[in-house]
C-alpha cells in the first residue's frame, strides 16, 4: 500500500488563498505522476492539476493562472498553491500517485497507483 499525508485545507473567503500538501509514501519503487483532483457534491472527480517525473505539469481550465503545482515526484511530496479561490473551488481535493512498486515477495516493479483520503476546501464568505 500507498499511504498519503494530506494537508492545507479548510474555509477561505472568496479571494482568498490556500497551501495543499501530499506525501505519499510506502513500498514505492518509482513515481511517474502524482496530481491534484477533487470532487464536489454530486460532481465526478476531476483533475486539477498533475505533475510528472520529467517536471512537466498539466493543468485543468479551471486552475490555470490561479493555482500552481510543485513537488519533487522523487521524494513523493506535492503541493498545490492555490489564490483567486472561489466558491465553485468547494470540493474535497485528493492526492494521487502513479508509478512502480515493489510488491513484498516480488521481483520485479509493477504499476499502480493510489488516491488520498482528501482535504476539503471550502470557499465561502
Known amino acids: 500500500q500507498v499511504q498519503f499525508v494530506e494537508s492545507g485545507g479548510g474555509l477561505v473567503q472568496p479571494g482568498g488563498s490556500l497551501r495543499l500538501s501530499c506525501l505519499a509514501s510506502?513500498?514505492?519503487?518509482?513515481?511517474?505522476?502524482m496530481g491534484w483532483y477533487r470532487q464536489a457534491p454530486g460532481k465526478e472527480r476531476e483533475l486539477v492539476a498533475a505533475?510528472?517525473?520529467?517536471?512537466?505539469?498539466n493543468y485543468a481550465e479551471p486552475a490555470k493562472g490561479r493555482f500552481t503545482i510543485s513537488g519533487d515526484t522523487a521524494n513523493t511530496t506535492l503541493y498545490l498553491q492555490m489564490t483567486s479561490l472561489k466558491p465553485e473551488d468547494t470540493a474535497a481535493y485528493y492526492c494521487?500517485?502513479?508509478?512502480?512498486?515493489?510488491?513484498?515477495?516480488?521481483?520485479?516493479?509493477?504499476?499502480?497507483?493510489?488516491w488520498g483520503q482528501g482535504t476539503q476546501v471550502t470557499v465561502s464568505s
Open positions: 510506502g513500498s514505492i519503487f518509482s513515481t511517474s505522476r
Open positions: 494521487h500517485w502513479e508509478g512502480l512498486r515493489l510488491i513484498e515477495g516480488g521481483l520485479i516493479p509493477t504499476p499502480h497507483n493510489y
Open positions: 505533475l510528472d517525473s520529467g517536471g512537466n505539469t
